[in-house]
């Protein structure tokens, strides 16, 4: 995941806009971590079309993501599921997925997971 750009308000602020995130931000790709508790974290990512990720999974850690805008393709094992905004997708600990933005433009998502989750890439054979 690209690195935190500067400017952006410190984790924890009372209230966050999304519109003010991706001025601040400048253009993707970058993420910011605008939540963090003992227990969970929230992460603001913003990523240009085609960007993608390696297949992975959380042992024991559940993951999920609201889709605040564009379209994303999150392919687990044993399905498909494309998402826009308003959407929710859910990984349960262990579930091995990957996300790809699809489409022109570029997406925001709001992940919602442990602090400091561990992920587990894998090969595909």
Do not use: C
């Not at 935190?4 to 009372?14: A, E």
């Not at 790709?29 to 993608?52: C, D």
């Not at 998502?109 to 054979?125: G, K, L, N, Q, S």
């Amino acid at each position: 995941m690209a690195e935190q750009p500067r400017g952006l308000p410190p984790t924890n602020s009372t209230i966050v806009s999304t519109d003010d995130l991706i001025a601040r931000g400048g253009p993707p790709n970058w993420s910011h971590r605008v939540a963090l508790t003992e227990r969970v974290q929230g992460m603001f990512i913003y990523h240009k079309p085609g960007l993608g990720n390696k297949r992975h999974y959380h042992e024991g850690e559940s993951e999920f993501w609201i889709v605040l805008k564009g379209r994303l393709r999150w392919t687990f094992d044993d399905e498909v599921v494309e998402a826009g905004p308003g959407d929710i997708v859910f990984a349960a600990a262990g579930r091995r997925h990957m996300i790809e933005v699809i489409g022109d433009e570029p997406s925001v998502r709001f992940a919602v997971a442990a602090p400091d989750i561990h992920h587990i890439y894998e090969e595909r054979t």
